[in-house]
């Protein structure tokens, strides 16, 4: 990592000028081993020195770096009003920030691939709610557990979206990723996802094509682009239930909106919910997909 760029001298800034952010892993590896680091929020990250990483996950400066900012980046716990109404003057100690740091250690040229494989969930893990109550009340689940899945979707895909829209109960909208990029694992190829196994009790009825804000169609938005005369075309869009087969490429994510029919019952949450009880304790365990 150290001097990555071809067109920035190193050495001008030997350490802040070689940090990079690193929002969920960052690993090193050689013709023996790899060495990998998950995080679970964003950070500064660089590996200075062969075989070494450093992980910045917060700095404070008693005095102005002249980096353009004009005071010291001195965060701490409260802060006296600015100015007309006060002095911005800073009070009492140092903003302590804490993590959870993830080791993986692995073979030849696995360090990409065993990082895509768990990056996703350290960075976003399973909320846990916990509530107690008396063996004799009744629980108020209609149904034990939910599962929004007919089958398990292939290893290299995730579930970025899946939320219904508040202005049509019967629409969706879902995001699909591809976790790993060109040439990282035998999982770098594209992949077949059936949208309808994302909706096991209804039948889709349309799925329309958005580009990745879902502001827009994206075979609208493929009309007025610039091309660039690539040899590998995008993915056809289409707005029919005919596109229910979707395909993946390596580090792509779709987005889509998917109109379903209403009969039966249709999920009220993007989260899937199961619970547990006994000896007057009640456990919840969510799943909440990221929106």
Same mark, same amino acid.
């Given at each position: ?25 960052? @690993? ?10 998950? =995080? ?26 002249? &980096? ?9 716990v ?5 100015? +007309? ?6 009070? #009492?100690? #140092?903003?302590?920030i !804490? ?18 494989? &768990? ?13 107690? /109550?008396?063996?004799?009340v ?5 149904? +034990? ?5 007919? !089958? ?5 895909v ?5 939320? /219904? ?11 699909? /990723? ?21 909706? +096991? ?6 799925v ?5 804000? /879902?502001?827009?169609d994206? $075979?609208?938005?493929? !009309? ?6 690539e ?15 979707i395909?993946?490429? +390596? ?9 379903? !029919?209403?009969?039966? $019952? ?5 989260c ?12 919840? @365990? =969510? ?5």
């Amino acid at each position: 990592m150290f001097g990555y760029d071809a067109d920035f001298d190193p050495y001008v800034e030997p350490i802040a000028g070689n940090y990079y952010p690193i929002n969920t892993a960052i @690993f090193i590896e050689d013709e023996r081993q790899s060495f990998t680091v998950l =995080t679970d929020r964003s950070q500064a990250g660089s590996s200075i020195s062969d075989g070494s990483l450093e992980l910045l996950i917060q700095r404070r400066l008693l005095v102005d770096d002249a &980096r353009g900012v004009g005071e010291p980046l001195n965060e701490t716990v409260s802060i006296t009003a600015c100015p +007309p109404y006060g002095n911005a003057t800073r009070i #009492g100690d #140092g903003i302590i920030i !804490k993590g959870t740091h993830r080791l993986m250690i692995g073979g030849k040229g696995s360090g990409a691939s065993q990082a895509r494989s &768990r990056m996703d969930e350290s960075f976003s893990r399973p909320q846990v709610f916990v509530a107690s /109550a008396s063996k004799d009340v009744q629980i108020p689940f209609h149904q +034990p557990g939910l599962s929004l899945l007919k !089958k398990s979707l292939p290893d290299n895909v995730m579930i970025v979206t899946y939320v /219904a829209l508040d202005d049509d109960p019967s629409s969706y909208l879902i995001r699909l /990723a591809h976790q790993y990029g060109m040439n990282e694992s035998t999982y770098s190829t594209p992949v077949n996802v059936y949208l309808q196994d994302l909706f +096991p009790n209804h039948d889709i009825i349309k799925v329309t094509e958005k580009t990745l804000s /879902a502001n827009q169609d994206r $075979v609208d938005w493929e !009309k007025r682009r610039l091309d660039w005369n690539e040899s590998e075309g995008m993915t056809a869009s289409s707005d029919d239930k005919s596109m229910l087969d979707i395909v993946l490429k +390596p580090m792509e994510i779709r987005t889509f909106v998917i109109n379903v !029919k209403t009969s039966g $019952v249709i999920p009220s949450s993007s989260c899937s919910t199961s619970s547990s009880w006994g000896l007057g304790v009640i456990v919840l @365990f =969510t799943f909440c997909i990221i929106i």
